[in-house]
T-cell receptor, first 112, second 119 residues
Framework: DSGVTQTPKHLITATGQRVTLRCSPR?????VYWYQQSLDQGLQFLIQ???????AKGNILERFSAQQFPDLHSELNLSSLELGDSALYFC???????????FGNGTRLTVT | AQKVTQAQTEISVVEKEDVTLDCVYETRDTTYYLFWYKQPPSGELVFLIR??????QNEISGRYSWNFQKSTSSFNFTITASQVVDSAVYFC????????????????FGKGTTLSVSS
């Protein structure tokens, strides 16, 4: 158990909808990262927060947004969902602003 | 730009065989870190090792060993006497110092190598 908690484990929704994925980092970790894993794109970095502030951005679509709250948990919001957004979304955390990262078990999103 | 290439998409071996997973990276950062992660069929990502760019000493941990060669930008992973439980997808990843890319210090992953070990 990595200590990173992601909810929900599975999510099934329809195209055009909006969903929120939640992540609680390991106790003491200040950085939260979001990754998307799909068969064709592999593991893609989306965004990183460190102690509440956005620190780095990867291939995150404009339809996606994230934030890190004062208690350090993070949420990833995905809107206007498309079939291609179906993927496994991982949250990871680290103590400081740098890896190694400890990953949660992921949220499997299916868009129908 | 940063990039990690794992040229081997799939490898199949029989138990007790040794197997090497290749990883080649690109970065303009002078300081960086390299990682290996394992993703078993259950889906979680498990951290295996981190090396920094100034430490080219090879590392051994049980049946696992890693060979870092800066001259060839490679960070290869060898499993000795493979076991069925080693069956997984293995990812090599790179983290820069944040000097030269938008992704900052985030991990950039290769596409992964699927290792299948049969009994």
């Amino acid at each position: 158990d990595s200590g990173v908690t992601q909810t929900p484990k599975h999510l099934i929704t329809a195209t055009g909808q909006r969903v929120t994925l939640r992540c609680s980092p390991r106790s003491g970790d200040l950085s939260v990262y979001w990754y998307q894993q799909s068969l064709d794109q592999g593991l893609q970095f989306l965004i990183q927060y460190y102690n509440g502030e956005e620190r780095a951005k990867g291939n995150i679509l404009e339809r996606f947004s994230a934030q890190q709250f004062p208690d350090l948990h993070s949420e990833l919001n995905l809107s206007s969902l498309e079939l291609g957004d179906s993927a496994l979304y991982f949250c990871a955390s680290s103590v400081g602003p740098r890896p190694p990262l400890h990953f949660g078990n992921g949220t499997r999103l299916t868009v129908t | 730009a940063q990039k990690v290439t794992q040229a081997q998409t799939e490898i199949s071996v029989v138990e007790k065989e040794d197997v090497t997973l290749d990883c080649v990276y690109e970065t303009r950062d002078t300081t960086y870190y390299l990682f290996w992660y394992k993703q078993p069929p259950s889906g979680e990502l498990v951290f295996l090792i981190r090396r920094n760019s100034f430490d080219e000493q090879n590392e051994i941990s049980g049946r696992y060993s890693w060979n870092f060669q800066k001259s060839t930008s490679s960070f290869n992973f060898t499993i000795t006497a493979s076991q069925v439980v080693d069956s997984a997808v293995y990812f090599c990843a790179l983290s820069g110092w944040g000097e030269t890319n938008q992704a900052g210090t985030a991990l950039i992953f290769g596409k992964g190598t699927t290792l299948s070990v049969s009994s």
